[in-house]
């Protein structure tokens, strides 16, 4: 097999895009306006499934403006030194080869994982705000918690999926200029097995015709069909407004968030979508029962249990409801921005009773049940020769 | 096929310590004529651009135009390596993704190192006509960047009246270095007209890992335009920077 045809058949400029127009648009329009210094946002963030154009509406604009593309992807921009190393130094520094500008691009950013690569982040957000040139962000899911501090100081453009009719369009062209000629059925197919995805529907048409001199609808046979992810605020409305069980499933089901995750949304939002009590209890006594699922699941690795976590979690979230749906704006979990805060002094309080439970010989178990709350008392009275040292890091540590 | 011989395998090592600050992955091209690479750091910042005629070689085989992409940071752990008094030898066959490192002293020790598909960038150099040209020892501008180094983080060249001044300034003070001909230190100066610009340090030093390989720097810039550093292999074969300007700051 030669080359992608997604590479070489792809748009060479803008007006070729196919689909998002706008969004490109709007993009073009923002850079343009932050070169001129007038941008409200200081970096833009192009959101939107793959294969909408994301990043090749990115590579078109620094080509039609003449700019000098600075890219950098998740595998780059790991740490804190590799983004001031390429991305710090294009800021600082003039266009070598005598561009008119540079576009700072930070692609993939979902690929960046939280806690690891925390330096990395935390070093594009001092790129954004000392940048003398326009900085570009791409991700797929932009609501990504990760991502909260980035939003507040990004235009935020969308990439939406592209429609069948117009990825049949670029499919006929492409099927012409690689001379094969390919029934129109063939091509509805594949443009809607693909879902929205160009990308994979030019890879599917390579798949299928490369080689080929002709073809037919039957030589497509059934093609995978690309499942649409969708994002968690929809999920949520989705379960919520569900009046079966089914429906509420099928919406879990299809989340792009893994299940814990989806669950705990479920939990920080029943509050959000219920105001009467009554539906709040009912709610959260299925939630607690999927809960003690959950942890069977997790305790005695009981896989098969967990679709009834799944069942009573969604479908008590959707059945408790008395009245119609109500338009409701879902909030993201606290628990794991609590969880992340306290992390430090969690992991402090656990070393102290490690090193109680050594001196004690007994199990950590056993001093927080068992003699913190002693230990708490002799604090209380001021009385803590004994254990004085842990006594103060404890109250420092929070 | 692509067979080269070096009568000193530490010529290659340095070569590579000089590609390898700027630039973690590289296509060399081996043609009948020798090998040459161009590439530029992941900032775009800076170029390198490296040719070795067949001259250089004490044997030379390449029959055509072959593109040996390499991982710089592999190659130069194997290139730390190279004893005194070895020969290097490097063979890629036609249809082999590797190439063959093999140093020749006492023993013989032969590394394979995986090679990279990298596609090709064709990259032209950047088209600029240098106001200001100095030749001077490696060693003196060397020193003039490291002494700009305790200040800042950059740094202002300037040219005028037969003088080349290196000055920078930060919190941390001030300094200036003042290279002259009288001193002997300048070797010769061209002046189309005065000239000066502001250039990261971090990238300037990290060119000057090209001082090994040279005695003598010949310097080009212009006003607030990129800069050209040359150096020459006694060998024959020569190693070219390419710095983009600091921006002042505002």
Not at chain 1, 90 to 118: H, P
Not at chain 1, 156 to 182: D, E, N
Not at chain 1, 237 to 246: L, V, Y
Not at chain 1, 310 to 320: F, I, N, P, R, Y
Request: hydrophobic share 40%.
């Amino acid at each position: 097999m030669g080359a992608p045809w997604s590479e070489s058949y792809k748009p060479k400029t803008l007006q070729e895009l196919v689909g998002n127009y706008d969004s490109a648009e709007e993009l073009l329009k923002w850079v343009k306006e932050s070169i001129a210094g007038r941008a409200d946002k200081k970096a833009a963030l192009v959101c939107g499934p793959p294969g909408t154009g994301k990043t090749l509406a990115v590579n078109l604009i620094a080509d039609a403006l003449n700019l000098e593309l600075i890219e950098m992807n998740a595998s780059d921009f790991r740490t804190e030194e590799a983004v001031e190393r390429v991305a710090g130094g294009a800021t600082l520094q003039g266009s070598l080869l005598g561009k008119k500008g540079k576009l700072i691009f930070f692609d993939e950013l979902d690929g960046i994982s939280g806690k690891e690569d925390r330096g990395g982040l935390g070093a594009i957000m001092r790129i954004i705000k000392e940048s003398k040139y326009p900085v570009v962000l791409a991700a797929n899911d932009p609501w990504d918690p990760r991502f909260r501090q980035l939003r507040d100081v990004c235009q935020m453009i969308k990439f939406k999926r592209i429609r069948a009719p117009s990825i049949v369009v670029r499919l006929r062209r492409i099927a012409q200029l690689a001379g094969v000629s390919v029934e129109d059925e063939a091509l509805k197919k594949i443009a809607e097995a693909a879902n929205g995805d160009m990308r994979a529907a030019v890879n599917d048409l390579q798949m299928l015709a490369e080689g080929k001199k002709i073809l037919r609808a039957a030589d497509v046979g059934r093609l995978y069909s690309r499942t649409q992810e969708m994002g968690i605020f929809d999920v949520m409305k989705e379960i919520f407004s569900a009046n079966t069980i089914m429906e509420a499933r099928a919406a879990a089901e299809s989340a792009s968030v893994d299940l814990e995750m989806l669950l705990q949304w479920i939990n920080e939002n029943i509050p959000n979508q219920y105001n009467d009590p009554r539906e709040r209890a009912e709610a959260y006594d299925w939630f607690s029962k999927a809960d003690i699922f959950m942890n069977r699941v997790k305790r005695r690795q009981m896989w098969d249990l967990i679709s009834y976590a799944v069942e009573l979690a969604v479908g008590g979230a959707a059945l408790a409801r008395r009245g119609p749906y109500r338009f409701t704006k879902y909030s993201f979990p606290t628990r794991i921005g609590i969880l992340s805060q306290s992390k430090e002094t969690r992991g402090k309080l656990m070393e102290e009773y490690m090193t109680l439970a050594k001196e004690l010989h007994t199990s950590v178990k056993k001093v927080r049940t068992e003699y913190l709350p002693y230990i708490e008392i002799l604090d209380e009275a001021g009385q803590r020769p004994f254990f004085r040292s842990v006594g103060s890091s404890r109250e420092s540590g929070g | 096929m692509f067979k080269a011989v070096l009568a000193d395998s530490r010529i290659w090592r340095n070569i590579i310590e000089s590609i390898s600050t700027l630039v973690e992955e590289g296509v060399f091209i081996a043609d009948p004529t020798g090998i040459r690479l161009r590439a530029m750091d992941p900032s775009r910042v800076a170029m390198v651009d490296m040719e070795l005629p067949k001259t250089s070689f004490e044997s030379y085989e390449c029959a055509e135009e072959m593109p040996i992409g390499v991982n710089f940071d592999d190659m130069k752990n194997i290139m730390k390596r190279a004893g005194v008094n070895e020969k290097l030898e490097l063979e890629k066959l036609e249809k082999e993704a590797r190439l063959k490192i093999r140093f020749r002293g006492k023993t013989s020790r032969t590394f394979s190192l995986p090679l990279l598909d990298l596609g090709k960038e064709e990259l032209s150099v950047p088209r600029i006509s240098f106001l200001a040209t100095v030749k001077l020892p490696a060693a003196t501008l060397m020193d003039a960047i490291k002494d700009a180094e305790v200040v800042s983080d950059f740094v202002k060249i300037t040219a005028e009246d037969e003088k080349l001044k290196v000055t920078a300034s930060g919190d941390r003070g001030e300094v200036e270095v003042e290279i002259t001909k009288d001193s002997g230190e300048l070797l010769s100066i061209e002046l189309k007209e005065n000239a000066h610009a502001l250039y990261s340090l971090t990238y300037l030093s990290k060119m000057m890992v090209a001082s090994d390989l040279s005695d003598i720097a010949i310097l080009m810039f212009s006003t607030d335009m990129p800069l050209r550093l040359d150096f020459n292999l006694p060998n024959g074969g020569r190693i070219v920077y390419y710095l983009a300007p600091r921006m002042e700051a505002e």
